[in-house]
T-cell receptor
Framework: NAGVTQTPKFQVLKTGQSMTLQCAQDMNHEYMSWYRQDPGMGLRLIHYSVGAGITDQGEVPNGYNVSRSTTEDFPLRLLSAAPSQTSVYFC??????????FGNGTRLTVT | SQQGEEDPQALSIQEGENATMNCSYKTSINNLQWYRQNSGRGLVHLILIRSNEREKHSGRLRVTLDTSKKSSSLLITASRAADTASYFCATDARASGTYKYIFGTGTRLKVLA
């Protein structure tokens, strides 16, 4: 099993550009989520999903969209990148009541 | 505001000493988890404690949970320089039939050799 795979590992965007961060898991987990972590800070929940076709907002959803068309994939879309979205993004998945499995993160810089 | 608040924000101890960090949360939970993050790396799961458990051990780690106070503590005994990392609690905040995992603000632990 590959676990949780995030791509890309690094990305530089100009203000106003859009892009999609990819997240895939091969563990048949129903729960998937996206977090952002700013320097020296904790993880803040952006969006999450408890199953295919079901998504909901987390703590900091503005400026991001998600969809969950399959159990395996949970892409995060930045609609119009802003410097405030410079951060490290983590995708995680789990079964209910079980530990979260994290991807290795995507380091995004918006100039 | 975040579901979990941790204190202290930073902790510096000598090797061999014990380190205690605390986590408080706001809503009802089914479980609480602790994670470690080394600088610039991903998160590593340490312990999961369920709401009907009061204490759990794993090696040098001891976690307690007090659901009446909505708080948990992580104790690392006989700390080592390799324990230097940030530690986060995460709770499965529940509302309206769904659940989501919310992280605390973290404690940065530095163990001095």
């Amino acid at each position: 099993n590959a676990g949780v795979t995030q791509t890309p590992k690094f990305q530089v965007l100009k203000t106003g550009q859009s892009m999609t961060l990819q997240c895939a898991q091969d563990m048949n987990h129903e729960y998937m989520s996206w977090y952002r972590q700013d320097p020296g800070m904790g993880l803040r929940l952006i969006h999450y999903s408890v199953g295919a076709g079901i998504t909901d907002q987390g703590e900091v959803p503005n400026g991001y969209n998600v969809s969950r068309s399959t159990t395996e994939d949970f892409p995060l879309r930045l609609l119009s990148a802003a410097p405030s979205q410079t951060s490290v993004y983590f995708c995680a998945s789990s079964y209910e009541g079980s530990p979260l499995h994290f991807g290795n993160g995507t380091r995004l810089t918006v100039t | 505001s975040q579901q979990g608040e941790e204190d202290p924000q930073a902790l510096s101890i000598q090797e061999g000493e014990n380190a205690t960090m605390n986590c408080s949360y706001k809503t009802s939970i089914n479980n609480l988890q602790w994670y470690r993050q080394n600088s610039g790396r991903g998160l590593v799961h340490l312990i999961l404690i369920r709401s009907n458990e009061r204490e759990k051990h794993s090696g040098r780690l001891r976690v307690t949970l007090d659901t009446s106070k909505k708080s948990s503590s992580l104790l690392i005994t006989a700390s080592r320089a390799a324990d230097t990392a940030s530690y986060f609690c995460a709770t499965d905040a529940r509302a309206s039939g769904t659940y989501k995992y919310i992280f605390g603000t973290g404690t940065r632990l530095k163990v001095l050799a």
